[in-house]
């Protein structure tokens, strides 16, 4: 794919990760993607707020949109970024795999690999809950309290996997 600055008339590819990519691995992307792509990361996205983001979107609407994955274990964030990715452009989206190669992304595997992301985090939902019901269940049977960690662990919200 050739792409070249969007002010010379062609749109540059826009590679999304979740971490920063290694200089190595974004040049031997930039050979796949081409040349003047521009790399950007999950936490630089959210640093932006609501308005920067919708502007950084709307400045993009035309760009490529590559899912970069340097590991095998960023891999498993990649349904997430997938979905952002729709956010700049429809389907196809390209996943970028650790061996550099690129994987086009129809919209029903993102659609499916998005509901496996919901499923994972409803059942993770659910556990939370199930281990808090068990622990009150278990300190009425005993008639000792529940213990604070597992009384605060309820609350808590997850806010991101680290590898």
């Known amino acids: 794919m050739n792409t070249t600055d969007t002010r010379a008339g062609r749109v540059r590819a826009l590679v999304i990760s979740a971490y920063p990519l290694t200089k190595d691995y974004?040049?031997?992307?930039?050979?796949?993607?081409?040349?003047?792509?521009?790399?950007?990361?999950?936490?630089?996205?959210?640093?932006?707020?609501?308005?920067?983001?919708?502007?950084?979107?709307?400045?993009?609407?035309?760009?490529?949109?590559f899912i970069a994955s340097e590991t095998e274990k960023s891999r498993a964030l990649e349904p997430a970024l997938a979905v952002l990715g729709v956010a700049f452009k429809l389907p196809p989206i390209h996943s970028a795999r650790p061996s550099g190669e690129c994987i086009r992304m129809g919209p029903l595997s993102i659609m499916r690999?998005?509901?496996?992301?919901?499923?994972?985090?409803?059942?993770?939902v659910a556990a939370r809950r199930f281990s808090a019901r068990v622990a009150d269940a278990a300190a009425s049977a005993t008639g000792s309290p529940t213990p604070v960690g597992i009384r605060s662990w309820s609350g808590c919200r997850i806010l991101y996997i680290k590898n």
Do not use: M, N
């Open 26 to 65: 974004a040049a031997r992307l930039s050979a796949h993607v081409g040349e003047g792509a521009e790399f950007t990361t999950a936490a630089l996205l959210r640093q932006l707020g609501i308005r920067g983001l919708a502007a950084f979107i709307l400045r993009r609407r035309r760009s490529p949109v």
């Open 113 to 124: 690999d998005s509901l496996r992301l919901l499923a994972a985090s409803v059942d993770c």
